[in-house]
T-cell receptor, first 111, second 117 residues
Framework: SQQGEEDPQALSIQEGENATMNCSYK?????LQWYRQNSGRGLVHLILIRSNEREKHSGRLRVTLDTSKKSSSLLITASRAADTASYFCATKNTGFQKLVFGTGTRLLVSP | NAGVTQTPKFQVLKTGQSMTLQCAQD?????MSWYRQDPGMGLRLIHY???????DQGEVPNGYNVSRSTTEDFPLRLLSAAPSQTSVYFCASSLSYNTRNSNQPQHFGDGTRLSIL
């Protein structure tokens, strides 16, 4: 069964706007990771946040983690058409070292 | 470095045929894994390996075999293809698997798109 569930399933915005995607999970984790997948390509790692971290930044990306609510959010600021892709959260659970992926959010950024 | 290389990129099989999907990485990564991606299902783990000679089952292993004779290669075998195995298959690797190094991102190949008729 899937561990992470992303919300929304699809998001459509204009260039320059911010995009926020949410991820919920079910069990205790070591870390949570976000990946991007362009159409027809493999997944590319974006950012990793450890269970003892609450917020992390990388360029235009900001990730938050709330372990009490078992949720994470990915914010892409000042979005560009090139950000159009599917975004997946993945969790590495304590005592279960495999990476478990959610079902993804499809982001469309229109010029 | 080429990263993770998967071949072939596309394949069409008939029901009952067998084939091997190839995966190779040149990053000296210990951990390698195979996923399948189906619409609305995200990625599901088929098999994984924590080092040469060691493999284990993931979430959906039935109908698939793997082996890890070298650090670089991790082929996935379909024993007798079924239409339910129509999917996109991704191979991924990461530096290490053990608890001390659990904060390792995975590197993905570009996938093999497999259709079973």
């Amino acid at each position: 069964s899937q561990q992470g569930e992303e919300d929304p399933q699809a998001l459509s915005i204009q260039e320059g706007e911010n995009a926020t995607m949410n991820c919920s999970y079910k069990t205790s984790i070591n870390n949570l990771q976000w990946y991007r997948q362009n159409s027809g390509r493999g997944l590319v790692h974006l950012i990793l946040i450890r269970s003892n971290e609450r917020e992390k930044h990388s360029g235009r990306l900001r990730v938050t983690l709330d372990t009490s609510k078992k949720s994470s959010s990915l914010l892409i600021t000042a979005s560009r058409a090139a950000d159009t892709a599917s975004y997946f959260c993945a969790t590495k659970n304590t005592g279960f070292q495999k990476l478990v992926f959610g079902t993804g959010t499809r982001l469309l950024v229109s010029p | 470095n080429a990263g993770v290389t998967q071949t072939p990129k596309f394949q069409v099989l008939k029901t009952g045929q067998s084939m091997t999907l190839q995966c190779a990485q040149d990053m000296n990564h210990e951990y390698m894994s195979w996923y399948r991606q189906d619409p609305g299902m995200g990625l599901r783990l088929i098999h994984y390996s924590v080092g040469a000679g060691i493999t284990d089952q993931g979430e959906v292993p039935n109908g698939y075999n793997v082996s890890r004779s070298t650090t670089e290669d991790f082929p996935l075998r379909l024993l007798s293809a079924a239409p339910s195995q129509t999917s996109v298959y991704f191979c991924a690797s990461s530096l290490s698997y053990n608890t001390r190094n659990s904060n390792q991102p995975q590197h993905f190949g570009d996938g093999t798109r497999l259709s079973i008729l």
